[in-house]
């Protein structure tokens, strides 16, 4: 099969130790690359109850069989491991150079285990892996670290990943940076990086990536530019970014607003909006393989932080340190990006921890005092970028909040738990559910998490015409758009280009085919979606999870929306747990939330074993 190495590079940080381990052509095949392998590995060399942070504990880099063919969006990666945040599975996905360079150098990706005894990085190339001191860039920050590392390589095309300061303070939601302004950002990835003393990876190979049929690939991006080019979405997302999607949660009524109280918010437009940061735009980038160019490089105008500058800010952080901290200054938001970014913190879990210090400081539960004489009121700019600093560093309050949400809540106490935005630990992003019940359901069956990636039902629930309020049919919704993100996940491309130009599954075994030179069906494609999000499910069930896990908070199921379209809607427990029921019968899935034994033997899931 082309388009993969067939060998993964195993590092154990501890002993220096390095091999490769083979890829079985059987396993390519049937979980193809990306979270499907990643899906196969974790279960199988990750022991039951690991801490993640204990040197016990695996970091997976995973590139897939599209890495490095130009196919649209196939600059990703994945980053598998047991997160600190959730206790239980984690997936994270970056575009980066680095992905490309790791398959260059012959591998699909990386194992690493163990602990080093010294802060240390990665040097990746054609004759493998170095373990090399990382003294000189150890309590730097990403941006600083990754300068340093491609100067001390004397290239600057190598791909480099970094943690940043809240990695190695153990910062439960700390992020891996790459080509700067690019994040693996949720569930804590970057504070298992650290965990393991490991500030950065660097990639360069020089070898050629073998496709079956190079041509076929560029014929088929020709065909797909010129059906992108005449799609009006495509050209408003090349033009505006993600930063449209605020224009549209705010009138769908889902803008997380004020720690999710709100679902609208009117100061938001034409100052954060996509009016608002197209102003500051001063020019338009890519990630690699990607003709859709919808990251903006944005400029702060005025004020304080003028004349700062970030790849972003992307719609998440918007919601998150705009409407949700009630910030309507751009500036602001551009530099809270940049000190995330920099320090490496993920900005969707910083805004929502942030946000709900706020609304405990508005009730009397927080006080200045626990945070170093910090008014933390919403609103209140400088507070925000404050408390990022206190969070990095632990001070005060912010090693408290460090931890996250959800145990945030249980160390205030006084009720906080009701407005603690969070699902098995890991904080929501930007999409308030209340105003879109199968967002809702979404957040609280995924593995993860309350997570955004897995599937995105606004398309469907807010622009789609799909009744928002309901919960008919919102099993068999989720568990559909599940398994499409799983496909595009697996095979590692931006699962965007697809919405956008747009892509069908047949355009992407298309692409299958002329890259391995192998025949995939739809049909195919779809079993392998429900083989690795079964076996996902079988990994969570064995670390402890169980349907009470699949939930939401009070304020998602009993506080009515207060404004916009939904007002007076909230999605209550009943509701929940039929949709909870019917996504579970759709998935195969009893109604503990276990595979049923005909589930399993539908996908081959009974007595796989692979030698590793
Ligand atoms: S659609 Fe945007 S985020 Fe996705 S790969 Fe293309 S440029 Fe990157």
Redesign the pocket.
Known sequence: MKGICGKLLDIDLASGKTKEIGIPVETARRYLGGRGLGARLLFDLLPAKTDPLSPDNILIFLTGPFTGSMA??S??FVVVTKSPLTQGWCDSYS?GRISLEIKKAGYDGLVIRGRSNHPCYLQIGDKGVEIREADRIWGKDSFAAEKTLKGLEGNASAGVSSIGPAGENLCSYACINSDFYRQAARCGVGTVMGSKRLKAIVAKGSKNCEFHDHKKVVELNRANYERAKVSQVFQA?SKY?TPLTLNFTHTGGILPTKNFQFGTWEKALGKIDSVGVYKSVKSH???Q???????LITEAAEGKYKGTTLEGPEYETLGMFGSNLLIDSLPTIIQANVLCDKLGLDTISAGNVIGFAMECFEKGLLTAGQMDGLELNFGDDEACLAAIEMIVHRRGFGDILAKGVREAARQIGGGSDRFAMQVKGLEFPAYDPRGAFGSGLSYAVSPRGACHRRAWPPAKEILGGYPPYTIEGKGEMISDLYAENCIFHSLL??D??AK?IPLTLDDYANYFEAITGEAISRRDFQVMAGRTETLIRMFNNREGFTREDDNLPYRTLREPLPDGPGKGQCIGDENLQRMIDDFYSCQGWDSAGIPTEGTLKKYGLTDEEIKW
Do not use: D, L, Q, Y
């Not at 393989?289 to 990251?295: D, E, G, L, N, Q």
């Open positions: 649209p969006g600059s990703k575009s997302r970014g980038r890519s990630c393989s990607c003709f859709v160019h919808c990251s491309v931006c965007m280009p956008f």
